[in-house]
T-cell receptor, first 114, second 109 residues
Framework: ETGVTQSPTHLIKTRGQQVTLRCSSQSGHNTVSWYQQALGQGPQFIFQYYREEENGRGNFPPRFSGLQFPNYSSELNVNALELDDSALYLC?????????????FGEGSRLTVL | GQSLEQPSEVTAVEGAIVQINCTYQTSGFYGLSWYQQHDGGAPTFLSYNGLDGLEETGRFSSFLSRSDSYGYLLLQELQMKDSASYFCAVITGANNLFFGTGTRLTVIP
């Protein structure tokens, strides 16, 4: 059983650019959530996808968008990058309907915006 | 919105017991989870409380009081490897989790 994998692991962008981060869910999981974790802070919920539809969103602007594909992999897109977008972006998968609070996280993509 | 409060840092001696408290304010509360995160690593699930009371998993226990909007994580027989950040997270439905700012636990010999 493979876990949650994310790519790329590190990347550097400049302000105003766009970025796409990718995530492959753990086998058998059909929901995927994205989190932003700034240094020294807790993960902040961006949104969750289930059946290729957004299924919950945190307090993030529309320039943060996502996709979930039929194979349950996912993308996070961030447009018009700002310096404050520099953070670790975590993807987490789970089985829907559980509501057990158990998410399986990937190692994250560390984004630096210059 | 959601608001969670945890102590920012805790230090404890190897072999001892430590309790990390979490108070929260939220709407649509389903339960409280706890996660551990080592430096440079991914958060890993420790426990979940959907009902009031104590849940025990090995050296770790977690408690929830819905009426007090309060929970805690109890770590027993502390080991050096337990040095990490610990996060409480409220579940608002459909496994949407909102995390606290975390408690950095340092275990000393």
């Amino acid at each position: 059983e493979t876990g949650v994998t994310q790519s790329p692991t590190h990347l550097i962008k400049t302000r105003g650019q766009q970025v796409t981060l990718r995530c492959s869910s753990q086998s058998g999981h059909n929901t995927v959530s994205w989190y932003q974790q700034a240094l020294g802070q807790g993960p902040q919920f961006i949104f969750q996808y289930y059946r290729e539809e957004e299924n919950g969103r945190g307090n993030f602007p529309p320039r943060f968008s996502g996709l979930q594909f039929p194979n349950y992999s996912s993308e996070l897109n961030v447009n018009a990058l700002e310096l404050d977008d520099s953070a670790l972006y975590l993807c987490a998968s789970a089985v829907s309907g559980g509501d057990t609070g158990e998410l399986f996280f990937g190692e994250g993509s560390r984004l630096t915006v210059l | 919105g959601q608001s969670l409060e945890q102590p920012s840092e805790v230090t404890a001696v190897e072999g001892a017991i430590v309790q990390i408290n979490c108070t929260y304010q939220t709407s649509g509360f389903y339960g409280l989870s706890w996660y551990q995160q080592h430096d440079g690593g991914a958060p890993t699930f420790l426990s979940y409380n959907g009902l009031d009371g104590l849940e025990e998993t090995g050296r770790f226990s977690s408690f929830l009081s819905r009426s007090d909007s309060y929970g805690y994580l109890l770590l027993q027989e502390l080991q050096m490897k337990d040095s990490a950040s610990y996060f409480c997270a409220v579940i608002t439905g459909a496994n949407n989790l909102f995390f606290g700012t975390g408690t950095r636990l340092t275990v000393i010999p």
